[in-house]
């Protein structure tokens, strides 16, 4: 199957929109935990990473040559750590799956939430999947003003998450960047006045609209009312966008 799912963020992503616990989600974090925890100067992607794993546990990786390891160099006990988190995903997919191939393994996991999230209920390619969630952190204000600040949203009617609030829409198929970001602006349009309020009272709120998409397109873009919007409420702009 052509997946598309060939990075550690698109991955983690995908299981952190999949709400129900199974033995092949346990898969995927034992795997995204391995991804981790290797030291890399820049995050490897997914064919990288078995790749670097198999160059320094050995080929076929199994048990019992994830579950140590002897090589020299710097960070060997994060090395360490990543086989450790091998070697528990192997054991755990003989246990459940019957498997001990590495790559059948990662390929059966990758198929599983590509079926999942990144087709059609008919099993047909999507244009696009993606969703976007505002939130606003009051992680840099000091514990007096956290403390106002849930009070004042709690009187707009707005319930904190300790210094978190947050505004998310629906996973959304075949939808383009333009039309998830324009769902979420409207869905704060009525907060708006009382967002841009508590941002005079406490300058150093930060607020960002984020977007998840994966797509077939191109190219991303905001229009310049989009833009505007957000440059009014003092909001940032976050965008993780993956090829389909």
């Keep these: 199957m052509n997946h598309n799912i060939s990075t550690y963020r698109s991955l983690l992503l995908l299981i952190d929109l999949d709400k129900t616990d199974h033995e092949l989600k346990v898969i995927g974090e034992l795997f995204l935990s391995a991804m981790l925890d290797w030291p890399s100067d820049e995050r490897l992607s997914i064919p990288e990473s078995i790749a670097v794993f198999k160059l320094n546990f050995g080929d076929p990786l199994t048990v019992e040559n994830t579950a140590h390891y002897h090589g020299p160099g710097p960070y060997s006990s994060w090395k360490g750590e990543a086989g450790i988190a091998l070697s528990q995903l ?23 939430y590509a079926q999942q999230f990144l087709l059609s209920s008919t099993q047909k390619p999507l244009q696009s999947q993606g969703y976007t969630y505002f939130q606003v952190y009051a992680g840099a204000l000091s514990e007096v003003d956290q403390a106002n600040w849930q009070n004042t949203m709690a009187s707009y009617g707005l319930d904190t998450q300790y210094n978190t609030w947050s505004i998310e829409t629906p996973l959304s198929m075949n939808l383009g960047q333009y039309q998830l970001v324009k769902n979420c602006i409207n869905r704060l349009a009525p907060l708006k006045a009382q967002l841009m309020a508590a941002k005079v009272a406490f300058p150093d709120l930060e607020y960002n609209l984020k977007l998840v998409l994966w797509t077939k397109e191109e190219d991303f873009r905001l229009d310049q009312a989009q833009i505007q919007w957000l440059s009014e409420l003092g909001a940032g702009l976050d965008a993780e966008v993956f090829p389909l």
């Excluded at 192997?90 to 599983?112: Q, R, V, W």
Aim: net charge negative; proline share 0%.
């Design 90 to 112: 192997m054991a755990h997919a003989l246990k459940h799956f019957g498997l001990t191939d590495f790559d059948a393994i990662i390929e059966l996991l990758l198929n599983h």
